[in-house]
């Protein structure tokens, strides 16, 4: 999934880049309204983040603009107080607000109830619960280690997109990982054997993907 974050604080944005890369997420960054709408237009964005007071173009602005053109998920960042203030920003089509100061555990939350991942997915004989980070098979709970997990979670919010090892390799060991990147065959071929091998497809010389439900 795409998630466009838009603030001009720069330290914030490195954070919140830092939290969702982790949970699997293709983030694109903004420090402005007028580049948060030069992303929308080039992406295919599942959820926008704003913060409500940016440079050129305000986040009420570029919300209203996203709202527009299609059914994208917004979340307002906004350090304004005023019950008002946020009510505006439910009226011009906002989905939720998080107010600042706030701990990014809780904004991804937030962001993964506005795309629907405090449900169950399912697919094929696979029941996938993201939140609380089980997997079931014919009904009868995987044994997954943390990374298969992660690796999982990242092939589920990235359904049906081919991703090459280092988008692996960024999403669930981290940028700074530094060991070889066969890593990644050898825990895929783990997964495969647990949630079975129909289910993550090889792309030769691309990388990996999997099935689109």
């Known amino acids: ?3 466009l974050i838009a603030d001009d604080e720069l330290d914030m944005l490195k954070i919140l880049n830092a939290y969702f890369v982790k949970e699997g997420y293709q983030v ?5 309204g007028e580049k948060a709408l030069e992303v929308f237009y080039r992406e295919k964005i599942d959820l926008a983040i704003l913060d409500w007071m940016m440079p050129y173009c305000s986040g009420m602005n570029v919300c ?3 709202k527009r053109k299609g059914n994208t998920k917004v979340l307002m ?5 005023e019950d008002e203030d946020e ?3 439910l009226t011009i089509g906002a989905d939720d607000y998080v107010k600042k100061p706030f701990h990014p555990g809780i904004l991804l939350t937030r962001a993964k109830k506005l795309l629907k991942e405090d449900k169950q997915i399912t697919v094929s004989d696979l029941k996938i619960d993201l939140q609380a980070k089980v997997v079931t098979k014919n009904e009868e709970i995987l044994s997954l280690t943390k990374k298969e997990i992660e690796l999982l979670s990242c092939f589920i919010r990235n359904q049906g ?3 090459s090892r280092e988008d692996l390799l960024s999403s669930v060991w981290g940028i700074d990982y530094d060991g070889d990147d066969r890593t990644v065959d050898t825990h895929i071929r783990r997964l495969r054997e647990k949630i079975g091998e129909e289910l993550i497809q090889t792309h030769r010389g691309l990388g990996y993907s999997f099935i689109k439900n």
């Not at 694109?28 to 402005?32: C, K, R, S, T």
């Not at 960042?77 to 107080?81: M, V, Y």
């Open 161 to 163: 997109k081919v991703l």
């Open 64 to 66: 209203k603009e996203i």
């Open 28 to 32: 694109f960054l903004a420090e402005d």
């Open 77 to 81: 960042l906004t350090a304004k107080s």
């Open 87 to 89: 009510l505006h920003a």
């Open 1 to 3: 999934m795409n998630i």
